[in-house]
């Protein structure tokens, strides 16, 4: 586990199931990467709820994928 994986409450939920599943495959670099990135998606999703929909709003129908980056 990482170095603060024992301050649980700061850590998002998601990285904290994640490393439960796989954190014995990650070295320390690789879960400080899966904490920080859970953290964005956090970050991300919070950003989500504060946008007020109305019943009458559309969901946008066009998409388009980023090209040349790696998953």
Do not use: V, Y
């Not at 495959?25 to 964005?40: C, F, S, V």
């Not at 109305?54 to 388009?64: I, R, V």
């Amino acid at each position: 586990m990482p170095s603060n994986s024992g301050n649980n409450s700061k850590m998002p939920p998601m990285a904290i199931a994640a490393l439960a599943r796989f954190g014995e495959r990650l070295d320390d670099e690789q879960r400080e990467l899966l904490i920080k990135t859970a953290g964005q998606f956090e970050e991300a999703a919070e950003d989500l709820r504060k946008w007020e929909l109305t019943n009458g709003d559309e969901p946008d129908t066009s998409f388009k994928a980023i090209e040349g980056q790696d998953s």
